[in-house]
């Protein structure tokens, strides 16, 4: 991917964006994200599923066992349940790391294809969850696509 082609770049990001909205509508696929802000992007860009927040004052032991207890290790079709979505930042990855293997150390399985995925190819614009609603209007057209296709599909 050229990382000069912004369009391109665009696209993809909004493709992860919207197979991750998909899910979170769909099968309750949670969105794990670092703070209020980052959450309010998110459902800026049209997520209405669950949408947790790491930083609401609880300690990380607290917020691992909540998490493990909602969403449990894996769907029945042997999926992961949430993914990770934290800044792409030498902090968020961090937390990334520390929550991540907390996490695993329940067997539960984690998703990060849509950070990843972000990091990629929001680099230049944004390094930051709560940036993305911000590009509402540059993703959104490549997030409803995949809603097209998928209904195109059915």
Known sequence: MDPTNTIERFQSAGKALGEARYRNREEGFAIIVEGPRDKAALVRLGFVGPIEVVNRGWG????????????????SDRRSTMTLLMDWDRTGGRLQLNLRRRLESFDVM?????????????????RVV?????????????????????????
């Open 60 to 75: 990380m032991d607290r917020l691992v066992a909540y998490l493990y207890e909602t969403y449990g290790t894996r769907t």
């Open 110 to 126: 984690i998703d990060e294809d849509l950070r990843k995925n972000l990091m990629k190819t929001l680099k230049p614009e944004t």
């Open 130 to 154: 709560e940036s993305l609603g911000g590009l509402a209007g540059a993703l959104a057209p490549h997030m409803d696509m995949e809603a097209i296709i998928r209904q195109d599909e059915e």
